[in-house]
DNA sequence: CTAGGGTTAG
C-alpha cells in the first residue's frame, strides 16, 4: 500500500513565526481561545482554515491540546483535513502535546471520508511512532478504515496490534474487527473465527456477521445466521433486519421476508427509510412488484433510492412504460435523478423493447441533467439495441464511444448475435474475447453456445477440451427455493435430498405428461456432446427442473411456485416450465440473473425473449 | 472521541 509521504514531512512554510507574545491577560485569553474555537467550528474548506491559522499562530495557541483537536476535527473538506493535519504535525509544532485523543480525531476524520482512509492508517502509524498509547477508541477507527480498503494484511497487523496493546476483548474492537474482516476478500473465515471466540450478546455482532455474510453472497448462511440468532435470545434491531432483508432479496426468501415485515411491525422496531427501502428491494425483487409498488404509496419519507429501487423492480419484471412513467413523476416531484436512477431507467427499456424513449433518455442524461454516462449506462444502450435485434447498431454504437467497451458490453452482442442467428459475426467476437482474457470461463460458454446452434459438435467438444486442460470449470447452476421457512439449493444432478428419490421419479412423470402436450426437448445448449438420449438425460437433471419437481410434491395443488436461479434460464428449462404452469395449473415465478419471468398457463411474461 | 445498513447494465 502507498502511503501519503508528503503529510509527515515537516511542513516549515507557513511564513508565520510562533513566537508571538501571549496576552497574558488571561480573560483576554480565554476570550481568544473561545473564539478560535468557534471559528473552527464553522470553518470547513483551505481557505477559512488558513486564516484561522493564522490566528492561532498570533494567539500563540498552536500546541493547545485543545484548539489541536478542534482543529483536527473541524474540517470535513479533504483538502482541509490534509491541510489540517500537515499544520499539526509540522516540526514547529510541539510534539509534547501530542495525546491519544488528538490521534484520535485526525484518524476519525480520515476514516470518514470515501477516499482518503490511507490516510487514517498513515497516523495511526505515525501514532504509534511518536509513542502515544492507542486506547479502546482508535482501534475501530483504524479498523473502518481498513475496512474500507479492503485490504485483509493491513487487517490482520492492526488486529495483532489490538491484541498486544490489549484492546481485542472490547466489544466495539471485535464488532469492528469481525466487519473489517467481512470487507476483505478471503476474510470471511478470519471473521467468523473472531465471531465465534466473542461472547456475541449484541444485535451489532450479529447483525455485522449476517450482513458480511449476505454481502459475500452467502445468503442462506446469514439466513442460518439469523434463525441462530433468534434461538439465542437476541433482538435484532432495525439494522439487523436490512442485513437479513437483503439476504432475502438475493435468496428469493419471500416467506422469511414477509415473516420480517410483520415481525417489525408486530415488534415495534423502528422503520427508518432505509428498512423501508429494504423492505421494497425485497418484494420487488422477490417477485412481488406490486406489493412493493404498495409499499411505497404508502411511505411518507421517499428517498432517490426508495425511487430506484420500485424503478428497478418495474425493469426486471419487463414493465418498461410503468418504469418510465414512475421516473417522470420522480422528476416532477422534485427528486433530481442520478446515475443509478438512470440505469435502472435504460435497463426498463432495454428489457421492454423500447429503443426510442431509451435513446431520448440517454441523450437527456447530458443535456438536461449534466449526469455523465458511465460504462453502466453505455452497457444498457448497447444491450437496448442488441436485444432490439439491431445488431449492425449496437457495433456502431460500440466504436463510436467514449469509453473502451469492458466484457460486458461484448457479451450482450454476443448473446443477440446469438439469437439473431448472426452466429459468425458472434463466434468472431468471442474469439477475440477469449484471446484477450484466456481465463474466463464464461466466453468459452459463449462460444460453446454458439458451436451448438452451429451443430459444430466437434468444434464444441474441443472447448470443452481446453476447459478442462485449463482448469477451468463452468459455474454450476443452482437453484433456491424456499418451503416452509426453510431454504432448499438444488444443483444439476442432485442426489443430497433425502427425498431425492420421490423427486428423480416426479422428474419422470414431467418429461412424459410434458411429451404428451407437445413438449421437444432443446438439447443444443447441452455442453457435453453425447447421444440425444444421454442429453434429454441430462436436461432433465438441471437444478430448476429438480426445484420444480420438490415443488409440486410438498405443495399443495395451486400452490404459485417461486425460486430463483443462479444464471440466466436455459432454453430448454424456460420452455419445460411453461409446460408445466399449464400441466399442473400452476403459477411459476422465476428469477434468473437478469430478470423475473411469470409463467402462467403455458405462458411467459418475458415474452421469450431474455 | 468507539461498532453494523446494497439502488447499479449482462
Known amino acids: 500500500m502507498r502511503l501519503p509521504t508528503k503529510l509527515y514531512r515537516p511542513i516549515t512554510t507557513f511564513g508565520l513565526s510562533t513566537n508571538l507574545q501571549l496576552p497574558h491577560d488571561t480573560t483576554k485569553r480565554r476570550v481568544a481561545e473561545q473564539s478560535c474555537l468557534t471559528l473552527l467550528q464553522s470553518c470547513n474548506t483551505t481557505q477559512k482554515l488558513t486564516q484561522i491559522q493564522t490566528l492561532i499562530l498570533k494567539l500563540g495557541l498552536r500546541n493547545n491540546p485543545l484548539v489541536l483537536t478542534k482543529f483536527a476535527s473541524t474540517s470535513s473538506e479533504l483538502d482541509a483535513i490534509h491541510y489540517a493535519s500537515s499544520f499539526l504535525f509540522s516540526s514547529e509544532a510541539d510534539t509534547r502535546v501530542y495525546d491519544t485523543f488528538l490521534f484520535n480525531t485526525v484518524i476519525r476524520a480520515y476514516a470518514q471520508t470515501s477516499n482518503s482512509k490511507e490516510n487514517a ?57 469481525i466487519h473489517m474482516y467481512c470487507c476483505c476478500n478471503e476474510g470471511v473465515e478470519s471473521a467468523r473465527k473472531v465471531f465465534d471466540e466473542t461472547p456475541k450478546l449484541d444485535s451489532v455482532t450479529w447483525s455485522v456477521m449476517i450482513g458480511g455474510y449476505a454481502r459475500l453472497g452467502c445468503p442462506a448462511i446469514a439466513i442460518a445466521l439469523y434463525r441462530e440468532m433468534q434461538v439465542m435470545g437476541v433482538r435484532p434491531d432495525e439494522i439487523t433486519m436490512v442485513s437479513v432483508l437483503s439476504a432475502c432479496t438475493d435468496s428469493g426468501a419471500l416467506e422469511l421476508g414477509k415473516w420480517i415485515e410483520s415481525y417489525v411491525r408486530r415488534e415495534k422496531i423502528q422503520q427508518p427509510v432505509e428498512l423501508c427501502n429494504a423492505l421494497i428491494d425485497m418484494f420487488a425483487k422477490c417477485g412481488e412488484i406490486d406489493k412493493a409498488i404498495k409499499l411505497f404509496r404508502q411511505m411518507s419519507v421517499r428517498t432517490i433510492v426508495s425511487w430506484t429501487s420500485v424503478i428497478v423492480g418495474l425493469a426486471m419484471h419487463g414493465r418498461g412504460e410503468e418504469a418510465v412513467s414512475l421516473f417522470e413523476e420522480m422528476i416532477k416531484t422534485g427528486v433530481a435523478p442520478d446515475d443509478v436512477a438512470f440505469i435502472g431507467l435504460l435497463s426498463a427499456c432495454s428489457h421492454s423493447g423500447l429503443v426510442e424513449t431509451g435513446r431520448h433518455y440517454f441523450n437527456s442524461m447530458v443535456e438536461k441533467f449534466g449526469i455523465e454516462p458511465k460504462i453502466e449506462h453505455y452497457g444498457c444502450m448497447v444491450d437496448l439495441l442488441s436485444r432490439a435485434g439491431l445488431v449492425k447498431e ?18 450482450s452482442i454476443i448473446a443477440a448475435c446469438h439469437a439473431r442467428g448472426e452466429l459468425k459475426l458472434g ?19 459463449l462460444l460453446s453456445n454458439i458451436y451448438a446452434k452451429l451443430l459444430h459438435w466437434e468444434k464444441k467438444t474441443k472447448i470443452r477440451e481446453t476447459m478442462d486442460m485449463k482448469g477451468m470449470k463452468k459455474i454450476p447452476g443452482s437453484t ?30 414431467m418429461g412424459r405428461e410434458m411429451k404428451r402436450a407437445g413438449y421437444v426437448p432443446t438439447t443444443s445448449q ?63 415465478v422465476v428469477r434468473d440473473r437478469n430478470r423475473f419471468h411469470h409463467l402462467k398457463n403455458g405462458s411467459c411474461s418475458c415474452g421469450d425473449f431474455w
Not at 148 to 172: C, I, P, R, T, Y
Not at 427 to 445: A, D, F, G
Not at 569 to 579: L, M, P, Q, R, Y
Request: some cysteine; glycine content about 4%.
Open 526 to 588: 447441452v455442453l457435453l456432446d453425447i447421444d440425444e438420449e444421454d442429453k434429454e438425460d441430462s436436461l432433465y437433471r438441471h437444478s430448476e427442473k429438480l426445484a420444480i419437481a420438490f415443488a409440486l410434491i410438498n405443495t399443495p395443488p395451486g400452490t404459485p411456485i417461486r425460486f430463483v436461479k443462479n444464471l440466466r434460464v436455459c432454453e430448454d428449462c424456460h420452455s419445460a416450465t411453461k409446460f408445466i404452469s399449464k400441466i399442473y395449473n400452476r403459477e411459476i
Open 427 to 445: 463466434e468472431s467476437i468471442t474469439k477475440q474475447l477469449i484471446e484477450n482474457e484466456p481465463m474466463h470461463e464464461s466466453n468459452y460458454v
Open 394 to 411: 449496437a457495433l456502431d454504437f460500440v466504436q463510436q464511444m467514449p469509453i473502451e467497451p469492458n466484457q460486458i458490453i461484448w457479451r
Open 121 to 177: 492508517i498513515y497516523f495511526y502509524r505515525a501514532m504509534l511512532d511518536y509513542g502515544v498509547l492507542p486506547n479502546k477508541f482508535t482501534f475501530p477507527f483504524v479498523l473502518k478504515s481498513c475496512a474500507g480498503l479492503a485490504h485483509l494484511n493491513l487487517g490482520q497487523s492492526v488486529h495483532g496490534s489490538a491484541v498486544k496493546f490489549g484492546f481485542d476483548d472490547d466489544l466495539h474492537v471485535q464488532n469492528t474487527m
Open 480 to 509: 433456491m427455493i424456499e418451503l416452509n421457512n426453510e431454504m432448499y439449493e438444488f444443483v444439476a444432478g442432485d442426489k443430497s435430498h433425502h427425498q431425492y428419490k420421490e423427486i428423480y421419479e416426479m422428474v419422470d412423470e
